[in-house]
Every structure is written in structure tokens, then in C-alpha cells.
């Protein structure tokens, strides 16, 4: 090919916007793709920086502000193959998406308002979409398949991080990342990586409906543990639809808790050396915790895989619970099945957002595309975890040894009581584990809403997490 006839390199393509909150400030937007690189050597001889990938950004400014003293907040959502939009839409940004709540879902095409409790009001934000979501791309002539798999996402998130922190001028500005669910793992991860490779010491570190250790989730044979972790969980599911009477939620939780620390753990442990009595004391007890029949719970010998529970509880009523949020109930075409076969709660949530996101680019924000924006896609699979081929996938001792290094770091980790997806009670199993010294555990501060993996579809919990997100990054005591 001559080099007349060669693409032209790909170069960075964003659009800037002014707006205002609604306490009068203004800010600047920043819409577009970052073009991703790396140096490339040859027998030991420089040969310059080659694109590898365009990742898009969406970052929000205050204007005028000191950046010795403004925070930047770096934010992401999970999946793996998710966008950032569920946080950008949901609860961070400026403006946010309007769709209802569990049983008063609105109509297309939902709404879009200004966000009075954006986390701008004390500090910048950056939208970070992954290769393969949102508008992110692998540059012309390169695979995308290096950067779905643990390390080629962390080291390309980072690299977004360094670059947009050094072009803007913001390394003596306090940095935070907020991840949510897969986005938990990236974040752990990173806190990690930034300071071992560029020397990006955090200030903190945002966890919604945290997932650090995959063993806390994975039912099987050989692992009881996800079993008894998910317990307060059902409890508190089968409590929002009515199978607890008319017990505080409180109450309920704090039985399915103590069970599931202690006896649970013991009657599975025991297997066929139960007492006939030992037995049939366990089933009655997680039928009446879970809401399910005792029948039921002795057939699977005592083990409630989850999505078995989504769809067996509420079976009764010929209806089907959310794995994101278990608020959510919706109709499945067999009722006879064991497996659901779509979450309700993801169906509520998928039209609201992608519709409010591909509107507010183009038409708030002026980035104009013809591509689809990738809301939560599925071309990053398979997932590459090869890096733990020989152990279970799991990010606690990242995150252990970014605190050790940086004892001024900080952790907030939001948790839904009604999430099936990331347990509340694992996160708080996987953080009694964390690899710190006592004096560092009073840096972590844990937070819980009456909702599911995005809390904040439901209102109450929306603006109590906002305040919460707020004082953590402000620094504040809880």
C-alpha cells in the first residue's frame, strides 16, 4: 500500500458543551473518543507510538474551580461488556433518567431531568465505556480481543485514567474511582495498578454492589459458602413481596444473618450426618427465611442456587423475581420451568436508559455517531481470566495492597439488600477478609438501601446514596 493510499491515524474526537447546574454553577462537558497507543519496539530501537483503541469519555468540569482542591471522580459500570451509562444516567451525572420503580414503570420514551444530587456538585467526573461498549472501539486494523480479559481492560482503563489526568492537568487534584459491579473488580484492580505503574496515588475508592471475590457467587458442589452468603438476601426479597408478614425488614435480616453465619454453614457442612431431627429443623428454617416451601428446600437438599430462587418463589403466584433487583417481579412463557427465562428487573431498565443515552450524546452534548452505542453487549465474550487459571478469580489482595501502600486510601461500598446479582452479605464476607492491618479497616464505610444492584432506580434510596456519595468524597464522617 502506498503511503498515499494508508488511513490516516486515528486522532482524538471530542466536542465540548457548556451547561449549568441548578445551583446556577457552570460547567463544561466533554464528549468523545480518547485514542489509545503504545510504544512500539524493534530489536531494542524506538519506532513510535501505534493506535491500538478509541475509547470514549464523557467528562464534566466545573468551571473555574482550584484543581488543587477539586476532586475528579473516574467512573465505570461492569458486565463485563457494560457502558458506563447505568452510573452516568443513574445517579453521578448532571442529568438522569426518569423510568418509575417496580410496579410503576413508565412508558416510552421515559424522561431525562437535570440531577439536583449529581456527585458534580463536589467533584469533576469521567465516564469511561470499555473496548467494545458504548462507542469504544479497537482501532482501525487492530483486535479488540485484548482488551476483553482482566488485564488488557485494567491496564487500558488505567491508561485512560493517566491520560486524561495528565492532559488536564489533574495530578494534584484528589482522585476517586467508582465502579459499579463488575466495575467493583476494575476498581479494586486499579487502585492497584495506577499506583504501581504510574505512581497515581487514590483518595478513594467507590464500590456499588461490590463483587472483589468470585467464590463468594459460585454454586457448586464443592463450594457451601455462596449458598450461605445469599441467604439474607432471599430473606430480604421474599420480605419486599409480602412472605415475611408484617416483620420489620430489620428483624428478618438479622435472622437470615445469624443463620447464615454459623448454623447454615454447619448443617451443610455435616451432609448425611444430620439427625433426621437436625434435618427437618434446617428445612423449616430456610423455607420460613426464604419464603420457599419446605418441600421445596428439602429436594434441593438444603442448597438454593439463585436463579433457581428467582423463579421458584413467587411461582405460586405464577410470577418471576428480579436478579438485579428482586423489587421487580414479570411473567415467564412456561411457569413450570427452573430457570427464569429473562430478569424482569434488567427488561425495566434497558428501554429507559438506552433511549435517555442515545438521545443526550447527540442532542445535549453534540457527539454525533452512527454507530450503536453499546449499552451492555455481549461481543466481549468469552472473558479471559487466564491469570487466575490456577485460583478463583478475586481482587481483595489488589486492593489489600493499594491500602497497605497508601493507608490514606479510602473505601465506600454501597450495597442493595435486595440484590441477587452482587449479595450484600458477601461483600461483608469478602471485607471481613481483606488483607490490612486493623488501624486501616476504619477506611472502609459501608452503606445499605432498601433496592437492588442499581439502588438507585428507587427514589428514596437514589437521594440517601447521592448524600452518602457525596460525604465520602468530601471526606466527612459518616
Known amino acids: 500500500m502506498s503511503e498515499e493510499s494508508k488511513p490516516a491515524a486515528p486522532a482524538d474526537n471530542l466536542v465540548t458543551s457548556s451547561h449549568t447546574l441548578p445551583t446556577g454553577e457552570s460547567y463544561t462537558a466533554t464528549a468523545g473518543t480518547l485514542v489509545l497507543r503504545e510504544e512500539v519496539t524493534t530489536d531494542g530501537t524506538f519506532e513510535g507510538l501505534r493506535p491500538k483503541a478509541e475509547v470514549f469519555v464523557t467528562a464534566y468540569t466545573l468551571d473555574g474551580a482550584d484543581p488543587g482542591s477539586r476532586p475528579v471522580t473516574f467512573a465505570f459500570n461492569g458486565g463485563p461488556g457494560s457502558s458506563s451509562v447505568w452510573l452516568h444516567l443513574g445517579v453521578l451525572g448532571p442529568r438522569r433518567v426518569v423510568m418509575g420503580d417496580a410496579g410503576a414503570l413508565l412508558p416510552p420514551p421515559y424522561g431525562l431531568v437535570d440531577n439536583e444530587e449529581s456527585l458534580?456538585?463536589?467533584?469533576?467526573?469521567?465516564?469511561?465505556?470499555?473496548?467494545?461498549?458504548?462507542?469504544?472501539?479497537?482501532?482501525?486494523?487492530?483486535?479488540?480481543?485484548?482488551?476483553?480479559?482482566?488485564?488488557?481492560?485494567?491496564?487500558?482503563?488505567?491508561?485512560?485514567i493517566r491520560l486524561w489526568t495528565t492532559r488536564n492537568a489533574r495530578w494534584m487534584s484528589p482522585k476517586f474511582l467508582a465502579g459499579e459491579s463488575y466495575g467493583t473488580v476494575r476498581a479494586a484492580g486499579?487502585?492497584?495498578?495506577l499506583q504501581s505503574r504510574y505512581g497515581m496515588y487514590l483518595n478513594g475508592v467507590i464500590l456499588i454492589s461490590s463483587v472483589l471475590d468470585f467464590i463468594t457467587g459460585e454454586f457448586n458442589d464443592g463450594n457451601d459458602l455462596a449458598y450461605a452468603l445469599y441467604l439474607?438476601?432471599?430473606?430480604?426479597?421474599?420480605?419486599?413481596h409480602g412472605l415475611h408478614g408484617d416483620r420489620p425488614l430489620a428483624d428478618v435480616l438479622r435472622e437470615a444473618e445469624e443463620y447464615a453465619d454459623r448454623d447454615y454453614l454447619w448443617v451443610l457442612a455435616r451432609g448425611n450426618r444430620l439427625t433426621p431431627e437436625e434435618r427437618a429443623a434446617a428445612v423449616a428454617k430456610i423455607a420460613r427465611l426464604t419464603g420457599l416451601s419446605e418441600d421445596y428446600v428439602d429436594r434441593v437438599n438444603l442448597?438454593?442456587?439463585?436463579?433457581?430462587?428467582?423463579?421458584?418463589?413467587?411461582?405460586?403466584?405464577?410470577?418471576?423475581?428480579?436478579?438485579?433487583?428482586?423489587?421487580?417481579?414479570?411473567?415467564?412463557?412456561?411457569?413450570?420451568?427452573?430457570?427464569?427465562?429473562?430478569?424482569?428487573?434488567?427488561?425495566?431498565?434497558?428501554?429507559?436508559?438506552?433511549?435517555?443515552?442515545?438521545?443526550?450524546?447527540?442532542?445535549?452534548?453534540?457527539?454525533?455517531?452512527?454507530?450503536?452505542?453499546?449499552?451492555l453487549t455481549s461481543r466481549v465474550r468469552p472473558w479471559s481470566y487466564k491469570e487466575f487459571e490456577n485460583a478463583h478469580v478475586q481482587v481483595v489482595s489488589r486492593l489489600g495492597a493499594a491500602m497497605r501502600a497508601n493507608p490514606h486510601l479510602r473505601v465506600h461500598v454501597a450495597c442493595g439488600y435486595h440484590d441477587g446479582a452482587t449479595p450484600y452479605y458477601a461483600a461483608e464476607h469478602t471485607f471481613a477478609h481483606l488483607p490490612v492491618p486493623p488501624e486501616l479497616t476504619g477506611n472502609i464505610e459501608f452503606k445499605y438501601y432498601e433496592a437492588g444492584h442499581m439502588m438507585y432506580v428507587h427514589e428514596p434510596s437514589r437521594l440517601a446514596q447521592s448524600a452518602d456519595l457525596a460525604a465520602f468524597v468530601l471526606g466527612e464522617q459518616a
Open 120 to 160: 458534580l456538585r463536589v467533584s469533576d467526573l469521567v465516564f469511561i465505556d470499555p473496548v467494545s461498549t458504548g462507542y469504544s472501539r479497537a482501532a482501525q486494523g487492530e483486535k479488540a480481543e485484548p482488551y476483553h480479559g482482566f488485564t488488557g481492560d485494567l491496564e487500558s482503563v488505567g491508561e485512560v
Open 190 to 193: 486499579l487502585a492497584e495498578h
Open 232 to 240: 439474607p438476601t432471599y430473606a430480604a426479597i421474599a420480605h419486599y
Open 303 to 375: 442448597r438454593i442456587e439463585h436463579i433457581r430462587f428467582f423463579t421458584e418463589v413467587l411461582r405460586h403466584r405464577r410470577q418471576v423475581v428480579g436478579r438485579l433487583d428482586g423489587r421487580f417481579t414479570g411473567w415467564d412463557p412456561d411457569a413450570g420451568r427452573e430457570h427464569f427465562a429473562a430478569d424482569p428487573s434488567m427488561d425495566a431498565i434497558m428501554g429507559p436508559y438506552s433511549a435517555a443515552l442515545n438521545h443526550y450524546l447527540r442532542t445535549e452534548l453534540g457527539y454525533a455517531s452512527d454507530l450503536p452505542y453499546e449499552v
